[in-house]
């Protein structure tokens, strides 16, 4: 009898463990060397390399986990993004982005990329169209990220791996917002795929990391780069992330479920002005998102209507406010003051980030027990409203 390959949560418990031969321990051991043997081997080993055998296996899991040949896992989500895209773009190249991208991510392609001599475009909206205009002769790379922060516009990821191809480009993707468990973009043709795994794949607000994940031979031609930038994550660090993968399929499914009740009791109040969710029907990328997402993951937006957002994220007691995002724990912030805040306001407001915005990182909690918190927070925050008017 042949098997099937392993389902989700058996590549997060399993897949890429090391054993231990000496002790017989149940879980991997971490190998904190700096300093390898270098005569008689078959690799030579140096954490810049990323070759530990602590990095080699859990690079092995995340490549399971996206559906990929190889991956590399980097100190942070934005080591993954520049090595990523540097090593696929010279002096002189080009490259078309999406308009709505994490604030990090705008900031680098603005900040730097002139210095390095290449050139961009942004994507006037998100369809395959809009990006195909933008390709030059000289374009190199299509970059997306979907569902995307912090309004979670969906982008029809197979249409844009397709033009990719049809053009002989690139495709890359940032796919933190949907997690493994949620999307997985090499299925519908996309080359690289990235994540910030400070968020899901770590999923307790305790490590900084990220990881690339392609074919063996475009991981090759990243890892060329990487070795320079020297953007690899410590090992110890490196366990950890492998630990925190064995329970992200259900940590994830856990806020799938709280997101979408909490979704939908925010569209039905009263005081709430808009609610972006792609499991929403009123969602405008709805139909894609249920098309190319196993789930919709735990991460909205909102907006009140004639409340204060910042004295209603005040009063809240259970969910804080509080940088970042996809722990176990739920927060919620203004991305107008935080990962958006070095955007100039003009193009926050072109990409519909408006200040009184707030987004919303659902954790595992009891759902009713959320919904509970933002009764009371807005029931606090109606009290000062009437006191002001008084
Ligand atoms: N991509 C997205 C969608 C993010 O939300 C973030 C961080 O918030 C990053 C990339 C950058 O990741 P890191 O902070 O791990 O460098």
Known sequence: MTHKKPGLNTICTHVGELKDEQFKGAVSPLYMSTSYAYE????????????????????QKMAALEHGEAALIFGSGMAAV????????QKGDHVVLQKTLYGGTSNLVVE????FGIEYSFAKDLSAEAFEHE????????????????????????????????RGLVS????????????????????????SATKYMGGHSDILAGAVISSEEKIDRI???????????????????????????????????????????????????????PGLASHEGHELAKKQMHGFGGMMSFELKDLDSQAFMKYLKLIKPSMSLAGVESTILSPAKTSHALLTPEDR????????????????????DLIADIEQALEETKKDMLDVRI
């Open 40 to 59: 008689d081997v078959e690799v030579k080993r140096y954490p810049r390399y990323f070759n530990t055998p602590n990095q080699q296996a859990l690079a």
């Open 82 to 89: 520049s090595t990523s895209l540097f090593a696929f773009l």
């Open 112 to 115: 730097e990329f002139e210095k």
């Open 135 to 166: 390709i030059l002769e000289n374009t190199k790379v299509i970059y997306i990220e979907t569902p995307s922060n912090p309004l979670l516009t969906v982008t029809d990821i197979e249409a844009v791996a397709k033009l990719a191809k049809k």
């Open 172 to 195: 890359m993707i940032d796919n933190t917002f949907a997690s493994p468990v949620n999307q997985n973009p090499i299925d519908f043709g996309i080359d690289v795929v990235i994540h």
């Open 223 to 277: 890892f060329q780069l990487a070795k320079n930038f020297g953007g690899s994550l410590s090992d110890y660090t490196v366990w950890l992330l492998e630990r925190s993968l064995k329970t992200m399929g259900l940590r994830v499914k856990a806020q799938n479920e709280n997101a979408q009740k909490l979704a939908e009791y925010l569209e039905k109040n009263e005081l709430v002005k808009k609610v972006y969710y």
């Open 349 to 368: 407001a072109a990409q519909g980030i408006s200040d009184k915005l707030m987004r919303f990182s659902v954790g595992i909690e009891e759902a009713e």
